[in-house]
C-alpha cells in the first residue's frame, strides 16, 4: 500500500512522481534561499555590490561589448574563473528580454561573461506575466540598475503577426496568444507607412514592450519612477552583429 495516498494498488518506496517531487521542493527552497539572500541589504560599511553602478555606466558597458563583438574583437574569458564566488551570489548588470530567436544570443551579442546579464527569452520579445515577475526579480532582488528589450531584424514573431493582420492567417496551438502581444505594433507600423513595415513593426513592438515596462506596477513602475533603473530598447542587425538603440 502507498504510504502516501492509501491506495493498495500503488506500490511503496520511491516513485519516480516521488522523486521528481523531492527535487522540485530542493530546487525552490534553493531558489528562496537565493531570494532571501540576494534581497538583504548591505551591512553597514560593506563594500558596494559589483553592478551597484548607475543604469547609464551598465548601458556603456554594454554598447562597448557589443562594438567589441561586432568588430570580432571579444575579449578573452578563463569561463572557470569566477565559478567559486558565482555559487555564492549573482550580480548582474542588466536584465535582458530578448526574443527567443536562435541567432540571438545576448551575451555573445553583448560581450559579457557569466553572472553578467540576467537574461529572459521568448519569441516576439513580447512582455508577459511570467517574464514580467522575472524581471521583477531581476530588479528587486538582484539589483540590476538597467533593462534591456532586445529586437532582431527578420524576426519572425513579428512577421507572423504581420501575416496574421494582413490576411487573417490561422496559426496553430498557442501562437495565436503570442501574435496578439505583437499585433498592436504591426498595425502602428501600418499607419506610417513608410519604408519596410517588417524593420518598422519590430522597432515599433521594442518601443511599446519598454513602454509596457515602464509602466508596469508595481516593482519596475516604481523603480523606473524613482529613477534607480532605466529602461531602453534595442534591435540586433543579424547581419552584422551591431545592436542599435531605438
Given amino acids: 500500500m502507498c504510504e502516501r495516498c492509501g491506495n493498495a494498488q500503488h506500490e511503496g518506496g520511491v516513485s519516480r512522481r516521488d ?9 525552490l527552497a534553493a531558489w528562496r534561499a537565493g531570494a532571501t539572500s540576494a534581497a538583504e541589504p548591505a551591512a553597514a560599511g560593506a563594500p558596494p555590490t559589483p553592478n551597484a553602478i548607475s543604469p547609464a555606466e551598465a548601458l556603456g558597458r554594454l554598447m562597448e561589448g557589443n562594438a567589441r563583438y561586432a568588430a570580432n574583437m571579444p575579449n578573452q574569458r578563463d569561463f572557470s574563473s569566477g565559478r567559486a564566488a558565482r555559487v555564492q551570489a549573482q550580480y548582474p548588470i542588466a536584465a535582458i528580454l530578448s526574443c527567443a530567436d536562435s541567432r ?14 540576467f537574461v529572459v527569452r521568448v519569441a516576439g520579445n ?11 526579480y531581476g530588479v528587486q532582488l538582484l539589483g540590476v540598475p538597467l533593462l534591456v528589450v532586445l529586437g532582431h ?56 514592450q519598454v513602454a ?35
Fill in 104 to 117: 540571438v544570443a545576448p551575451e555573445f551579442a553583448f560581450d559579457q561573461g557569466p553572472g553578467d546579464l
Fill in 212 to 246: 509596457r515596462l515602464k509602466n508596469s506596477p508595481p516593482v519596475i513602475q516604481k523603480f523606473y519612477a524613482d529613477r534607480k533603473i532605466d529602461i531602453v530598447g534595442g534591435v540586433y542587425d543579424l547581419a552584422t552583429g551591431k545592436i542599435a538603440l531605438v
Fill in 153 to 208: 531584424t527578420g524576426c519572425g514573431a513579428v512577421a507572423a503577426a504581420i501575416k496574421v493582420v494582413q490576411s487573417d492567417a490561422v496559426l496553430p496551438g498557442h501562437l495565436p496568444e503570442l501574435i496578439d502581444a505583437i499585433k498592436p505594433a504591426v498595425l502602428a507600423a501600418q499607419q506610417s507607412a513608410s519604408g519596410n513595415l517588417l524593420d518598422e513593426a519590430i522597432i515599433e513592438n521594442v518601443r511599446r
Fill in 19 to 27: 522523486f521528481l517531487w523531492s527535487g522540485a521542493l530542493v530546487a
Fill in 126 to 136: 513580447s512582455v508577459n506575466p511570467d517574464l514580467l515577475a522575472s524581471l521583477e
